[in-house]
């Protein structure tokens, strides 16, 4: 189950999508989903549906991959499509009981549906094609202006990376404790839900013990090799707009312009 | 010329209770007063709590000296203002693997450090590319650090520290976790440092084996200094270390365990090879 | 009184591009009150297995008998295998989480649902096992020591009476002092109450002074089983598989390979003394 989620996920292809400077990525997934909640007719989804595939041809992500991270959020889909259908006000075609469905409900439905399956699917079109550093970067760059108002971005965006390289060690290290407790005659699967929760507490003091050594000894490490913060400091890649960000970025603004005429004109 | 050189050095541990009061002092480091000449090997041995880490942490200012005084390259770690010029010469490889890189990818934790003191991003991949090729790991540049073995991951600590130039590398304890393969990796690795790149290694460590090519050998225990030499003078001193809850290298105890029966072999036997030919020697 | 591995394989990920067969074909006896050492390289399998002999990991195909029952049959209580055969992991001080060493001692009986009698009887007899005073009892098992908090660790396990202790790297990261008191009482344990005891480590010199049979893993699969000494025999093809023998081996070997009529099956320092000694005496007769 959970290796079905690829949303969030890096996919190791080379590709024009994945070269892009990750700002350029950032500013247009943004703008792209505002995009999305701009026009209310079919045109306009035509438009950014047929400017996703462009994109997704782009990147070389297997189209196979993509839909799979579809599938887990399957069930919020529907549920926004039930919703929809049954809950919008107008003329009922078809009744049954309470349950009232209108012409007006099935095309918000259906719209709401595209729209959500838009969104994720050019959101986690980002996630492919970047990899988690160069996203922190872009994040970093993106938000250097807030540093005026002293919000402390390089910090943050220095416990992004640190929080994304220890992920799989602390997912490591949970299943070797839960296993070690096993070994103790540990049950964390039987039960009702207060006994679930009083099991988890062999599991979880280690956990935090484990987490809190480690976050002191990387103190030491990063202290040990110069670690003072964010100023005087230089990048092994430091981000640069490159002949091809440019160009991307012309692509999206004409795509805007697109919607924006469809908006105004149809 | 000296690289370090310590006067006098004690550090105190002091545990407070919850109002302040000092509730127990330890020393951890009693009086000690040692010299490093630039680019030499120096292993400093010792058990569990003999303060060897301790005082590895004095050499990179990482905790300051409660009494006495630690120079490193001329600087005094007691000044806070020399804190970043001693970190920049004196580099430090800790004991666990995991939890002293910072990168998700290896060329990228090998270039934290440089990023750190200011070196421009053109020099910054320069030194990366070279450090990670003097460890060993140049085709490793590009992959996750969680799917490298042990001594993998501490190949590229060290190289982390290789890519600040400093003119002194510690190791504390590097080998601690790490199975044979990845711990003899590791010490070649570092003795090759030592001999290509004249960088001064300083390795802390309770594994006897390690500490044979050393060109001096340091044996702490109770925080004070209680043997020093070089390891064939060290190692002749069998019965000593084992006072000290330190062991020796199997053949060497063998050497030792014969000499007592009476047999005439020379002191302090280091390898196989040596303890044959002397045997074969007595035969003839 | 036994285990019994008949043809176990495991493979992971499977049905993937990553998939790893971990286990190749295993077959072994382990009978009561042995002293086992299971050695090879890291990857070579040795955790793969000991998890299977608790049923921490099930095996792909094959079967496992633990005194002549199918511990794969669908009725049978994998919670006793794990009561009966305890599981020392590496670093096992990681998993201590109680607020004093003797509550911590006593989660393993508590969860074979004793009552609550004897499970204070069991962890006060599994401290005295391990070497721990009385005065530790209410101590928080996190101001200890290393080599102290293992031993909690060690004495967790033994307070659910296992038949079988198998310990996966004990002394991993301890000084020599740590790991000789770690060996010295699990020795003592073993001589004292007869446990079966399976010990994984990577140093040859310990395996060899304290273990009786060897087993070898290499790449998923039994590469030597046998007498410790007949095992060490082969330290040629145990240096193939990046192994090697205890140090006085060689030493052995080479003075034999050199014309002296030195017995090369020692593997212990003393061993070695004794033999040479003789060689040299002899040599002077």
Redesign the interface.
């Known amino acids: 189950m959970i290796r079905d989620i690829t949303i969030g996920q890096y996919y190791p292809v080379e590709s024009k999508l994945h070269s892009l400077d990750p700002r350029v990525k950032l500013v247009c997934t943004i703008f792209y989903i505002l995009s999305l909640f701009l026009f209310n007719n079919y045109y306009g989804y035509l438009v950014a549906g047929v400017f996703l595939i462009f994109v997704i041809a782009q990147s070389k992500v297997p189209v196979s991959f993509i839909f799979r991270g579809l599938k887990a959020v399957i069930m919020l889909l529907l549920v926004t499509v039930v919703f929809n259908l049954f809950l919008t006000p107008g003329e009922p075609i078809w009744q049954f009981g309470i349950l009232k469905i209108s012409e007006e409900g099935i095309h918000f439905a259906v719209k709401m549906a595209i729209r959500l399956i838009f969104l994720i699917i050019g959101s986690s079109l980002m996630t492919f094609t970047t ?3 160069h996203l922190t970067d872009g994040l970093e760059r993106l938000l250097g202006p807030l540093k005026k108002i002293k919000v402390p971005v390089h910090e943050i965006s220095m416990m992004m ?2 929080a ?2 220890f992920i ?2 602390l997912l490591e290290e949970t299943d070797k404790i839960m296993k070690a407790q096993m070994a103790r005659g540990a049950d964390f699967e039987n039960g009702n839900m207060i006994d679930r929760a009083k099991n988890l507490v062999p599991l979880l003091v280690p956990l935090f013990v484990s987490a809190f ?2 976050a002191n ?2 103190a ?9 913060g964010g100023e ?7 981000l640069k707009y490159h002949k091809n960000d440019y160009v991307a970025y012309m692509i999206f603004i004409f795509y805007i312009a697109i919607i924006f005429v469809i908006r105004m004109v149809l | 010329m000296n690289i370090i050189e310590t006067k006098d050095l004690v550090f105190e541990y002091i545990r407070r209770d919850e109002e302040g009061n000092v509730e127990s002092i330890s020393r951890a480091i009693d009086d000690v007063s040692f010299d490093i000449k630039k680019g030499d090997f120096v292993a400093i041995l010792g ?3 003999s303060g060897k880490s301790t005082l590895a942490k004095h050499i ?1 200012a ?1 905790l300051m000296p409660t009494e006495g005084a630690l120079w490193v390259n001329g600087y005094n770690t007691s000044n806070a203002d020399n804190v ?1 010029k001693i ?2 010469s004196a ?2 490889v ?1 004991q ?1 693997p ?8 290896v ?2 934790d090998v ?11 053109k020099e ?2 320069e030194r ?1 590319e070279k450090s990670l090729e003097s460890v060993g790991m140049l085709e490793y540049r590009h992959h996750s ?2 799917k490298l ?2 001594g993998q991951k501490q190949r590229v600590a060290i190289a ?2 290789m890519a ?1 130039k400093p003119e002194c590398i510690i190791l504390d304890e590097p080998t ?2 790490l ?4 711990r003899r990796d590791v010490i070649e690795t570092v003795r090759e440092l030592n001999q290509k790149e004249k960088v001064t290694v300083i390795l802390i460590t ?1 594994y006897m084996e390690e500490v044979i090519h050393a060109d001096k050998v340091i044996v702490m225990d109770s925080g004070k200094i209680v043997l020093e030499g070089t390891p064939r003078e060290i190692f002749s001193k069998v019965e000593k270390l084992k006072r000290y ?3 020796v ?3 060497t ?2 050497a030792y ?2 000499k007592q ?1 009476g ?1 005439d072999i020379p002191n302090a036997i280091l390898t ?2 040596e ?2 030919e002397a ?2 020697k ?2 003839r | 009184m036994s285990i019994i591995l008949d043809k176990i394989n495991y493979s992971y990920n499977n049905g993937t591009a990553y998939e790893k067969q971990a286990l190749r074909d295993i077959n072994l006896v382990i009978n009561d009150g042995e002293f086992i050492g299971l050695i090879g ?2 990857g070579s399998g040795k955790s793969t297995l000991i998890q299977h002999l608790n049923g921490l990991i099930k095996a792909s195909s094959g079967n496992i008998y633990y005194n002549g029952a199918d511990i794969y049959d669908k009725d049978y209580k994998m919670k006793d295998l794990r009561s009966k055969v305890g599981l020392v992991f590496q670093y096992p001080e990681h998993q201590l989480f109680e607020t004093t060493v003797f509550k911590d001692i006593c989660f393993g009986p508590k969860n074979l649902k004793l009552d609550p009698l004897e499970v204070d009887l069991r962890a006060y007899e599994a401290m005295k096992l391990v070497g721990l005073g009385e005065d530790m009892l209410d101590v928080s098992p996190f101001e200890l ?3 102290q908090k293992r031993r909690v660790a060690i004495a967790g396990v033994l307070a659910m009476k296992p038949d079988i202790l198998i310990l996966d790297e004990p002394t ?7 790991r000789d008191e770690i060996l010295d009482q699990i020795e003592k344990l073993h001589r004292e109450t007869k446990i079966t005891v399976i010990l994984v480590s ?2 040859m ?1 310990d395996v060899a002074k304290y273990v009786d049979r060897i087993i070898v893993m290499n790449k998923g699969e039994v590469f030597f089983d046998d007498e410790k000494r007949k095992v060490f025999a082969n330290y040629k093809q145990l240096e193939e598989i ?1 192994l ?1 023998a ?3 081996t ?2 052995m070997n ?2 034999k390979k ?1 014309g ?1 009529s030195v017995d090369t099956k020692a593997i212990t ?2 061993e ?2 004794e033999d ?2 003789r060689w ?1 005496k002899g ?1 002077r007769r």
């Not at chain 2, 995991?98 to 990818?105: A, E, F, K, S």
Request: aromatic share 4%.
């Open positions: 990899t988690p550093n990376s640190i994304l390289r799989p060690i050594r480690r000894d990387l030491m490490a990063m202290e040990a090799r110069c670690y003072n005087g400091r230089t990048k092994m890649k430091p | 058990h569990n709590g990179n990482l970043w970190r920049e580099g430090m800790f666990n995991d939890n002293q890189i910072i990168g998700t990818v060329e990228e270039g934290f450090g440089p990023e750190n003191i200011g070196v421009p991003t910054i991949w990366v650090p969680n073995s042990g982390g520290i600040m601690a976790m199975d044979p393969n990845g309770h809850s330190l062991d290298p199997q053949v105890e063998l365990e014969l029966e047999l196989v090879d303890l044959v045997l074969l007595l035969e | 390289h890291t020591s290393g080599g991993a990261g301890l000084d020599p002092r740590g990577h140093s010199e990046g090697a205890p140090q006085v060689y030493v080479e003075l050199h002296a320092v003393h070695a003394k040479i000694m040299i040599e």
